[in-house]
């Protein structure tokens, strides 16, 4: 088998390790480890916050965070903390509101919502807090304006935000490594993370005044589940310090510390819980709130300290994300039928689609069709409000920083993969002209990773055991994927709303439990059903459970024609 392969869905496939002969479970994950990069694996598979925990004040104007917030501890003054909606604002806003709390602080909070004010920081957020310390958390990057406004009018703010950023806004202190004078070692981390480490650095602070006499300090170490949910949710890479936190976070999640997480965990039906427990079910749930609602009510549920209230809290966001599902896919029903596809790219805008779920539906579109798409909502004044997901080879930041220049595009910004920007409804066709003329290059083929090659009796529990000393698993951290050669497959069936379930089996009689989300209605179920001669099958492979019974199943990604030589 050549060390790149197209799948029979068009995707190309790039083998890290050819080498077929792993009958040695130590000798794979040596190769799992190699093909990460990873030097020491003792090392790597027992992270120590303590060896990795940088000193916080690295960071440019820390200092200058910390000394004012822990001025407005000691004074009294109110802090208003200030965040955004998803996961990591809302994470964010909880491990200030714990800390705060454990310190006797006085402060509020504060969430915009989504359809009603946006994303970020507004001037009517700040007037309405104009005797507070302001501290922005996962936002205030780019509210050039809003912050300008507030120092003309003597308010102070800080911020702790990770977003791109080319200028700095005029405040108290901004924290965020992407900085252009930063040194950028730290760009990785979420908002959540750097929130974590003013956090840790305020409580040295306090602690080295003498504040802590006769009172009992907060445990840091106990707010790294938040920092380990935004971590994953935002899909920063899970690498250096992330990793760490991720890791050690797991630990607490599992160990169900968080009366709110362990409220939603009791719905949860899984075998483990890892980083894809936090991203398949932790984040849809939490995110619901600010989809659907107010994601006060997310906060609410990781801050408490009442079980009774997380239980009542979690059964909302249950509530919430149902919701969500269904109004996903009647959205998308609707947007694939106004698929251009001659285009490439996919731009949709429809005056009756709800803001919340236009990221989720951007993303479902850009991963069906492989090109850089912008769904378009409208709020309450008319104004468009877009989410955008991208391709590997086009920064969307860089695109929207182009289209507010030009005066197409109002304001906005995020990442490279994934942004959102508001516009005016009339200008929707000058944003469509704009991005004909800018994303001219061809789109290439989706690719997928894989490991190595490896026959299917291989796939054992003594195996994943064996290879979990690599996790957690996420960006930068992938999951282990495996090209499972020359099987068929057999007992089809549709299982939830469109996902596939199957029978692996290869010629020495073994067989393994198989599943393909979202595969019923797309290419790849087609070609599974179709498809009369053995075939290679790309995937993970992970414990599942199903009424009470753990059992090893491969979560199929793809599948292409067996070779001769495979």
């Given at each position: 088998?050549?060390d790149?392969?197209?799948s029979?869905?068009?995707?190309?496939?790039r083998i890290?390790?050819?080498k077929?002969?792993?009958?040695?479970?130590?000798?794979?994950?040596?190769?799992?480890?190699k093909?990460?990069?990873v030097?020491?694996?003792n090392?790597?598979?027992k992270?120590?916050?303590e060896?990795?925990?940088?000193?916080p004040?690295?960071?440019?104007?820390?200092?200058?965070?910390?000394v004012?917030i822990?001025?407005a501890?000691k004074?009294?003054?109110?802090?208003a903390?200030?965040?955004?909606?998803d996961?990591?604002?809302?994470?964010?806003?909880?491990?200030?509101?714990?800390?705060?709390?454990?310190?006797?602080?006085?402060?509020?909070?504060?969430?915009?919502?989504?359809?009603?004010e946006g994303?970020?920081l507004?001037?009517?957020s700040?007037?309405?807090y104009?005797?507070?310390?302001?501290?922005?958390?996962?936002?205030?990057?780019?509210?050039l304006?809003?912050?300008?406004y507030?120092k003309?009018?003597?308010?102070?703010?800080?911020?702790?935000?990770?977003?791109?950023?080319s200028?700095i806004p005029?405040?108290v202190?901004?924290?965020?490594?992407?900085?252009p004078?930063?040194?950028g070692?730290?760009?990785y981390l979420?908002?959540?993370?750097l929130v974590?480490?003013?956090?840790?650095?305020?409580?040295r602070?306090?602690?080295?005044?003498?504040?802590?006499?006769?009172?009992?300090?907060?445990?840091?170490?106990?707010?790294?589940?938040?920092?380990?949910?935004?971590?994953?949710?935002?899909?920063?890479?899970?690498?250096?310090?992330?990793?760490?936190?991720?890791?050690?976070?797991?630990?607490?999640?599992?160990?169900?510390?968080?009366?709110?997480i362990?409220?939603?965990?009791?719905?949860?039906?899984?075998?483990?819980?890892?980083?894809?427990?936090?991203?398949?079910?932790?984040?849809?749930?939490?995110?619901?709130?600010?989809?659907?609602s107010?994601?006060d009510?997310?906060v609410?549920?990781?801050?408490?300290?009442?079980?009774i209230?997380?239980?009542?809290?979690?059964?909302?966001?249950?509530?919430?994300?149902?919701?969500?599902?269904?109004?996903?896919?009647?959205?998308?029903?609707?947007?694939?039928?106004?698929?251009?596809?001659?285009?490439?790219?996919?731009?949709?805008?429809?005056?009756?689609?709800?803001?919340?779920?236009?990221?989720?539906v951007?993303?479902r579109?850009?991963?069906k069709?492989?090109?850089?798409?912008?769904?378009?909502?409208?709020?309450?004044?008319?104004?468009?409000?877009?989410s955008?997901?991208s391709?590997?080879?086009l920064d969307?930041s860089?695109?929207?920083?182009?289209?507010?220049?030009?005066g197409?595009?109002s304001s906005?910004?995020g990442?490279?993969?994934a942004?959102?920007f508001?516009i005016?409804?009339n200008?929707?066709?000058?944003?469509?002209?704009?991005?004909?003329?800018?994303?001219?290059?061809e789109?290439?083929p989706?690719?997928?990773?894989a490991?190595?090659?490896?026959?299917?009796?291989?796939?054992?529990?003594?195996?994943?055991?064996?290879?979990?000393v690599?996790?957690?698993f996420?960006?930068?951290?992938?999951?282990?994927?495996?090209i499972?050669?020359?099987v068929?497959?057999s007992s089809h069936k549709?299982?939830?709303?469109?996902?596939?379930?199957?029978?692996?089996?290869?010629?020495?009689?073994?067989?393994?439990?198989?599943i393909?989300?979202?595969?019923?209605?797309?290419n790849?179920g087609?070609?599974?059903?179709?498809?009369?001669?053995?075939?290679?099958?790309?995937?993970?492979?992970?414990i599942?459970?199903?009424?009470?019974?753990?059992?090893?199943?491969?979560?199929?990604?793809d599948?292409?024609?067996?070779?001769?030589?495979?």
């Amino acid at each position: 088998m050549s060390d790149t392969i197209t799948s029979l869905t068009g995707r190309v496939w790039r083998i890290q390790s050819g080498k077929r002969d792993h009958r040695d479970i130590n000798d794979l994950v040596a190769t799992l480890a190699k093909n990460r990069g990873v030097e020491n694996l003792n090392d790597f598979a027992k992270p120590s916050l303590e060896r990795h925990m940088p000193d916080p004040f690295i960071f440019i104007d820390m200092e200058k965070a910390v000394v004012r917030i822990a001025d407005a501890i000691k004074s009294g003054q109110k802090i208003a903390i200030l965040g955004d909606y998803d996961v990591d604002g809302v994470s964010s806003i909880a491990i200030l509101v714990k800390f705060l709390s454990a310190v006797g602080a006085n402060f509020c909070y504060s969430v915009p919502n989504r359809m009603d004010e946006g994303y970020g920081l507004s001037i009517g957020s700040i007037e309405k807090y104009k005797d507070c310390l302001l501290v922005a958390v996962d936002c205030g990057s780019g509210s050039l304006t809003e912050l300008a406004y507030a120092k003309e009018h003597g308010i102070d703010a800080v911020v702790i935000d990770h977003h791109k950023i080319s200028v700095i806004p005029d405040a108290v202190a901004v924290v965020n490594p992407h900085r252009p004078d930063e040194s950028g070692d730290y760009q990785y981390l979420c908002a959540t993370g750097l929130v974590f480490l003013c956090v840790y650095a305020l409580n040295r602070m306090l602690k080295l005044s003498g504040f802590y006499e006769g009172k009992k300090e907060p445990a840091i170490s106990d707010y790294l589940d938040l920092v380990a949910l935004a971590s994953v949710c935002d899909v920063v890479e899970l690498v250096g310090l992330n990793r760490v936190f991720v890791f050690a976070g797991l630990k607490l999640i599992r160990d169900r510390k968080n009366f709110g997480i362990d409220a939603i965990l009791s719905f949860y039906r899984g075998a483990q819980i890892a980083s894809e427990t936090i991203s398949f079910f932790l984040g849809p749930r939490l995110n619901a709130a600010g989809r659907m609602s107010s994601a006060d009510i997310s906060v609410r549920l990781l801050t408490t300290e009442n079980p009774i209230e997380a239980r009542k809290n979690a059964l909302l966001l249950e509530d919430l994300n149902r919701q969500r599902q269904i109004m996903e896919c009647e959205i998308l029903e609707k947007a694939n039928s106004m698929v251009d596809e001659s285009l490439n790219f996919i731009c949709l805008y429809h005056e009756n689609w709800h803001a919340g779920v236009m990221g989720i539906v951007a993303g479902r579109l850009k991963e069906k069709f492989n090109k850089p798409t912008i769904v378009i909502s409208h709020d309450k004044n008319g104004m468009g409000l877009a989410s955008c997901r991208s391709v590997v080879d086009l920064d969307l930041s860089k695109l929207i920083a182009k289209g507010i220049q030009l005066g197409i595009i109002s304001s906005g910004g995020g990442h490279a993969m994934a942004a959102g920007f508001s516009i005016e409804i009339n200008k929707i066709d000058r944003l469509v002209e704009f991005l004909k003329a800018e994303i001219r290059h061809e789109i290439l083929p989706q690719e997928a990773y894989a490991d190595c090659i490896l026959d299917l009796d291989m796939l054992t529990f003594d195996l994943l055991k064996a290879v979990s000393v690599l996790e957690p698993f996420g960006v930068g951290n992938r999951h282990p994927k495996f090209i499972i050669p020359n099987v068929t497959t057999s007992s089809h069936k549709i299982v939830g709303k469109n996902h596939m379930t199957m029978l692996l089996h290869d010629d020495k009689g073994n067989s393994l439990r198989t599943i393909a989300f979202k595969a019923a209605d797309s290419n790849l179920g087609r070609v599974i059903i179709e498809s009369q001669n053995p075939i290679n099958a790309l995937g993970t492979c992970v414990i599942s459970c199903w009424k009470n019974e753990r059992y090893l199943c491969l979560q199929l990604e793809d599948v292409s024609d067996c070779t001769p030589e495979a």
